[in-house]
């Protein structure tokens, strides 16, 4: 009798981590964006309200030479876009890979991320990712050197060496 109150336990107990472990798996499939902004002046629950209503998006990946018509003629094909800005080098004020575009409507938004992200531009593949809204001063790169985070810490090579990536990321090369 306890052996089989103990086995009803275990199954109980499994049961429920089974189904726990379900939901957490759900929550992470159902989130917007994997990415989440530091710099954001607000709790969790703005944050995603924010990317789940926003007409803004976040272009990664980019060319260094990528210009900013070659970003509307291939954004507009989502729809209307209010506004394109470019993300800079710090020092250098010159294009670091990545940019914002803003629309006038959220399905348009939505589209832009659904149809348009993986789209190979400039021969690489770039990320379209839904954004909390732009505010003065994103544009920077947030790296120590100037550009982008992830570019210092990149330990891929990246061959295309025309594209000022520098092959590995500075802070790898330091290292
Ligand atoms: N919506 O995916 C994105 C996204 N990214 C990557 C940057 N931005 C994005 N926006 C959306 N989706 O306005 C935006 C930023 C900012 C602008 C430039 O682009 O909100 P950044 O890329 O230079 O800096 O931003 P960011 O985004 O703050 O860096 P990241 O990649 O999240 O890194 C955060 C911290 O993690 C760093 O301080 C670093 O210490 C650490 N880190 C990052 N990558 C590594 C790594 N490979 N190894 C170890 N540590 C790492």
């Not at 089974?18 to 530091?38: E, G, H, M, P, T």
């Not at 209010?82 to 575009?101: A, Q, R, S, Y």
């Not at 100037?146 to 090579?157: A, C």
Request: charged share 25%; aromatic share 14%; with cysteine.
């Amino acid at each position: 009798m306890q052996r089989l109150l103990t086995f009803q336990l275990y199954i109980l107990l499994y049961t429920r981590c089974f189904f726990i472990i379900c939901v957490l798996l759900c929550q992470d499939l159902n989130k917007i964006s994997a990415y989440r902004d530091r710099r954001f002046p607000g709790t969790q629950e703005e944050y995603e309200h924010a990317l789940q209503t926003s007409i803004t998006v976040y272009i990664g990946n980019m060319s260094f030479y990528t210009t900013e018509e070659q970003l509307y003629e291939l954004f507009s094909r989502a729809g209307e876009i209010k506004k394109i800005v470019m993300g800079l080098d710090k020092n250098t004020k010159t294009p670091c890979g990545f940019c914002f575009v803003m629309y006038y409507s959220r399905e348009d938004t939505e589209d832009a991320v659904k149809f348009i992200s993986g789209t190979i531009l400039d021969d690489r593949p770039i990320r379209v990712d839904f954004d909390w809204g732009f505010q003065d001063g994103r544009q920077w790169g947030r790296g120590r050197s100037g550009g982008q985070v992830r570019d210092e810490y990149r330990t891929d090579y990246d061959p295309d060496i025309l594209y000022q990536r520098c092959g590995y990321g500075k802070l790898v090369q330091k290292e």
